[in-house]
């Protein structure tokens, strides 16, 4: 068969011919139009998406920024008006305030944790940190090298020539910790026993130590009503008499045996410290040890440094049973004893004075032993917020470790993206 060629077409032929092209070119052009118009539309819906991504994210990072303004106000609020810190305090339990609080396109729930209910990690003993779940012999010993200003390996732990040698070294601290995850660094710590185990139920076993453990705990060197505590290592015999209203028989045996100086207020207590005052003990120039009485009546209102801060102080209102424990190097009648005390207290002890109401705190080796440790109120508060969009569900976390004595409030941690 021989084909057509277009010389050979009738002039009929040759129109309907051209107008076929044409309809042919117009049916290319409207597919490429399609495809154009399919793909521009495209690229605009995952345009949108991009952008409502990012403006969700930009929501939820302000609302974030939100939750921790708000419950920093909370703080100050209740230092205004507080001498004390406990569980009853609105920072501790504030549904109102800090669960599910709605703003514009979003909302965010804020929970405050009492940095003054941990162990301070720096200054911590072995003997204390060894009471804490899953803690070994060579991790504490090597927390202590961590921190201390020496090279002297202790039995089980490490110094600088570990970390140096490590395939990726690093230098050891030699000082306190910083930050909690600094603990990362240290020999034998991995980021289960630090942030704890997965699952649904958290016990006290797989909750970590970052629950239990901090390096911002402070107490200011000041009594219950924020008055200027006596300093029992400077103080004559007539200032110990009129600030304290205590005998003239305990003001002498203060200034007698103070010496190079008493290391803690504890030291005040004696074996031969008697439960209550003795008859005519107010009228006597012979001096005497304080009984126990007025040792607690005093204890809140006396020191034995200049120091503003004092660092690491526990609040016994607020740490948990296991801080406790530990502190306490596994004494769990004494731990056990001041949560059943707390718990029936409205709003937690005064001061360290009432620790006098807890018999077996009571005992003069443990308050000797102990007294210095502890503390009724906070400085240093974690504050965790999470912002949730309603749109798309982006979520935003932020961790801020406040100091909130500092005015304004200081921020001296933060870290975005932290469940902990």
Request: hydrophobic share 40%; with cysteine.
């Amino acid at each position: 068969m021989q084909r057509l060629k277009v010389s050979d077409m009738s002039l009929a032929d040759k129109e309907r011919l051209k107008v076929g092209l044409v309809l042919v070119g117009v049916l290319w052009v409207i597919v490429l139009l399609t495809v154009i118009m399919t793909t521009v539309a495209h690229t605009s819906r995952l345009d949108t998406r991009i952008s409502l991504a990012s403006a969700e994210q930009m929501r939820c990072k302000w609302g974030s920024r939100a939750g921790v303004e708000t419950a920093i106000a909370v703080l100050n609020d209740d230092f205004a008006t507080n001498y004390n810190d406990s569980f009853a305090d609105l920072w501790a339990s504030n549904p109102a305030d800090f669960n599910d609080v709605p703003l514009d396109g979003c909302s965010f729930t804020v929970e405050v944790t009492d940095e003054a209910g941990k162990l301070n990690i720096n200054t911590a003993t072995e003997e204390q940190l060894m009471q804490l779940p899953n803690m070994t012999a060579e991790i504490a010993d090597s927390i202590l090298d961590w921190r201390d200003e020496d090279d002297n390996i202790s039995e089980g732990g490490a110094e600088a020539g570990y970390y140096i040698n490590l395939p990726y070294g690093y230098e050891i601290r030699n000082g306190n910790f910083k930050t909690m995850r600094e603990l990362l660094l240290v020999k034998g710590v991995t980021p289960v026993l630090l942030y704890g185990g997965s699952g649904a139920e958290i016990t006290e076993a797989s909750a970590g130590w970052i629950h239990y453990l901090t390096c911002y705990s402070y107490e200011k060197n000041t009594d219950a009503e924020g008055g200027s505590r006596i300093n029992i290592n400077k103080a004559n015999e007539n200032r110990l008499r009129r600030a304290l209203d205590i005998s003239r028989s305990y003001a002498g045996w203060i200034v007698d045996n103070r010496k190079d100086g008493f290391k803690g207020i504890g030291e005040l207590i004696t074996n031969d410290s008697p439960s209550k005052p003795k008859e005519g003990g107010r009228d006597s120039d012979e001096p005497q040890p304080l009984d126990m009485e007025t040792f607690f009546k005093i204890a809140d209102k006396i020191t034995v440094t200049d120091e503003e801060l004092i660092p690491g102080k526990v609040n016994v209102n607020t740490a948990p049973a296991v801080v406790l424990l530990a502190l306490f190097e596994g004494d769990e009648q004494v731990a056990a004893d001041i949560i059943a005390y707390r718990s029936g207290l409205a709003d937690g002890m005064a001061d360290i004075g009432d620790l006098g109401q807890v018999k077996s705190f009571a005992n003069k080796n443990i308050a000797r032993n102990f007294i210095d440790q502890l503390t009724t109120r906070s400085s240093v508060f974690t504050i965790h917020s999470a912002a949730r969009a309603y749109a798309t569900e982006a979520a935003r976390k932020v961790e801020a470790v406040v100091d909130r004595d500092k005015s304004p409030a200081q921020i001296l941690y933060r870290r975005t993206g932290a469940d902990y």
